[in-house]
């Protein structure tokens, strides 16, 4: 009797011990799946949106000494006027992404209401009456952010055009007459911005801008002759609300 129960405790012991082996291989081979983490977003694609916002110029024009006595200002003499309007358009661009690390190319075009009068009463009131506008401007530019998830901080520069007209109209005096010419002016431009990527595809953002341009000779025709300007925007601040749609977007998962 002493013999069975002694084997019948074996085999239960023989028993667990194969049980508690095979829970522990189930232990190993089953694991918890990591936890799931929020994509982040990927900056890098083509890109196309829009802006609006406002714009503000500052023209400077000066008699440069060549052509004939009409405006009635003496060479070296001229204006400089600020004025400001909205200004809204198009932006178009590629970025690429490597860790935080943003790099891209921008283009824009966008429409201003600019302009401005001036009025030389030496001669009498509302003796010449010059105008400008400046109502074009188109910037190209590489762009370098620092990307936090969603966010994106970035500062830009390049080249800026704008297109810029000057006129005047001359009705004291010998020298009378009207006359007016448009040019485009070439410059530079700076400027910094944040963005957010609301959705895969979808990016809001804000904008500032600097841009300087260099001088065009502007020739106002009247009945004595041509007069002779130096003028241009002597620079143009803006600042713009953006929306954006980026193409080819897929998300990285951290795990």
């Given at each position: ?16 011990s194969?049980g ?5 291989d189930?232990g190993a081979r089953?694991?918890k ?7 982040l977003?990927n900056?890098t694609g083509?890109?196309v949106g829009g ?5 503000w ?5 000066i ?6 006595a009409f405006?009635?200002l003496?060479?070296?003499e001229?204006?400089r ?8 358009g198009a932006q ?5 992404q490597?860790?935080?690390y ?6 824009t075009?966008?429409g ?6 001036v009025?030389?009463?030496v001669f009498g009131v509302a ?6 506008r400046?109502n074009?401007?188109a910037?190209v530019?590489?762009?370098a ?5 969603n966010?994106?901080f970035?500062i830009?520069g390049?080249y800026?055009g704008a297109n ?7 009705t004291?005096g010998?020298a ?12 530079w431009t700076v400027?910094a ?13 804000l904008e500032y801008?600097?841009?300087a ?18 003028a ?5 601040q803006w600042?713009?609300v953006r ?5 080819d ?7």
């Open positions: 009797m002493r013999n069975k129960l002694i084997a019948a405790f074996a085999c239960t012991t023989a028993l667990v194969t508690a082996a095979s829970a522990a189930l089953y694991t799946a990591p936890a799931y983490v929020e994509p977003f900056w083509f890109y802006h609006i916002g406002g714009a110029t500052n023209q400077q024009f008699n440069n000494g060549t052509g004939a405006g009635d003496s060479p070296g001229g204006f006027q600020r004025n400001s309007g909205v200004m809204g178009i661009g590629y970025n690429w490597a860790n935080n943003v790099f891209g190319v921008e283009g075009i966008s201003l209401d600019n302009k401005g009068t009025v030389n009463n003796d010449d009456v010059f105008s400008w400046t074009v401007l910037t530019v590489g762009r952010g620092f990307a936090v998830q966010n994106l970035y830009k390049g800026a810029n007209r000057l006129s005047v109209t001359d004291v010998v009378t007459g009207s006359g007016g010419q448009t040019h485009w002016a070439n410059g400027g911005g944040w963005e957010y990527g609301v959705t895969r595809n979808w990016i809001v953002g801008n600097y841009a341009f260099v001088s065009q000779t502007y020739q106002l025709g009247g009945t004595s002759g041509n007069y002779t300007f130096d241009k925007p002597r620079d143009i600042a713009v929306a954006s749609y980026k193409f977007a897929p998300t990285i998962a951290r795990y």
